[in-house]
């Protein structure tokens, strides 16, 4: 009897469609390999701890992470996601380190009607790609608003930006010369570094020889500590001039490593593992625990909270994995993140949160973006603007 009971249920359930499963499968794509791997160990380490503390089972699902590293290659973030979907059948992608890999998987994801949660990419126009992105990273037009607002207020008048030559990097030079305009400064040369191998050298030199008062920099995470230390070996540190940045430069992950060059350092972002909340401080100490010798940086929170917006989304469907059904669920909620408080904008998909400006300084120590001032919900000035 209770054999044939089993063998029904099994039967049953081989019968069932996909969708009325009884798992959630969730493709997370990452770069765990190349330059960028420090983005996708920091993810995926905060994916396995948001579970760790979570559970792997919400509104009668069970969540099924697949990891797949594409080395930050656009090519094989999009067969990688051809195959999550067609074979494996996930109900979500996530991940995306970088921005040409999100947009190589864009109109994939759309034809699918799956959602993708991007986790790291952030340029702006992402979200616009296709209806079913929902961002919980940030977006560059935020940091570089944020600092040329508070280098106008603070008598810079006169700076040169230097970028990494792709989206996110023309996103910070964009609005970083627009803001400091804005505040009655001006922005006197715009230096573009190759995303490939950078050799910053050339780049800091002509940015000495021009003299301004202040250099604003973005580099993507993972580059920073190779900037600072040029810009250590050309004496810029020594020369006056004022070194700014977004908080992709001074990156918790590699911060600590980059040595006294970078004290005093003023950049902006939304998220420090100096926070002072009391969900940040727990969020680190577990992140430390579970991860010996690791301090997170802004990626493992982006990945944090984009598990966050999964289990909220999913809980509110009652376990409905459409596509659809989840990206509608996932417009306009809210939280308390490590980084402080965040919103899906339910316009644009994309993320609202807290920028702070910061300075780098050496606490028990150690060294730490240490906030000081709050642009309290921003949202992306770029689209704002339209
Ligand atoms: C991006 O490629 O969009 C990107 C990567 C790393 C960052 C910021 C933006 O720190």
């Given amino acids: 009897m209770i054999r044939r009971t089993i063998l029904a249920a099994t039967l049953a359930a081989l019968a069932l469609p996909a969708s009325a499963q009884q798992t959630m499968k969730i493709g997370l794509i990452l770069p765990m390999t190349g330059p960028s791997q420090s983005t996708g160990k920091q993810i995926d380490a905060a994916v396995k701890l948001y579970i760790a503390q979570h559970g792997d089972t919400v509104a009668g699902r069970k969540i099924e992470i697949i990891l797949r590293d594409d080395a930050g290659v656009a090519d094989t973030t999009k067969r990688l996601a051809q195959e999550l979907i067609v074979r494996d059948k996930v109900a979500a992608l996530a991940g995306f380190g970088l921005t040409p890999l ?151 992950d590699q911060l600590n490593g980059m040595g006294d060059v970078v004290l005093g350092v003023v950049n902006a972002g939304p998220y420090s593992a100096a926070h002072p909340s009391a969900v940040n401080k727990a969020f680190v100490s577990a992140f430390t625990a579970a991860n010996p010798g690791m301090r997170p940086n802004f990626m493992a929170v982006f990945g944090y909270d984009g598990m966050e917006l999964i289990y909220k989304a999913l809980t509110k469907t009652e376990g409905n994995t459409d596509g659809t059904a989840l990206v509608e669920a996932m417009k306009g909620l809210s939280w308390e993140s490590p980084r402080g408080p965040m919103m899906i904008d339910p316009e644009t998909r994309d993320v ?32 704002a603007a339209k």
């Fill in 352 to 383: 609202v949160h807290n920028l702070y400006i910061r300075k780098v300084e050496r606490v028990d120590g150690e060294l730490y973006n240490v906030e000081f001032a709050t642009i309290p919900m921003m949202k992306d000035p770029a689209k």
């Fill in 102 to 252: 999100a947009m190589a998987t864009a109109p994939l994801a759309a034809q699918a009607k799956v959602p993708m949660v991007v986790m790291a990419a952030a340029t702006s126009i992402i979200t616009a790609q296709n209806p079913y992105i929902v961002r919980t990273a940030q977006v560059l037009p935020q940091p570089a608003a944020a600092m040329a607002q508070w280098a106008a207020e603070n008598g810079i008048k006169s700076a040169v930006t230097l970028v990494t030559d792709y989206g996110p990097g023309l996103d910070a030079e964009t609005w970083f010369t627009r803001k400091l305009k804005e505040g009655g400064g001006e922005v006197t040369a715009s230096l573009r570094v190759p995303l490939a191998s950078p050799d910053f050298a050339p780049f800091l030199q002509r940015a000495a020889d021009a003299k301004p008062q202040a250099v604003f920099a973005f580099v993507p995470s993972g580059q920073g500590a190779a900037l600072a230390k040029q810009f250590a070996e050309r004496g810029l540190d020594k020369s006056g001039i004022r070194f700014i940045a977004t908080g992709d430069v001074t990156d918790d």
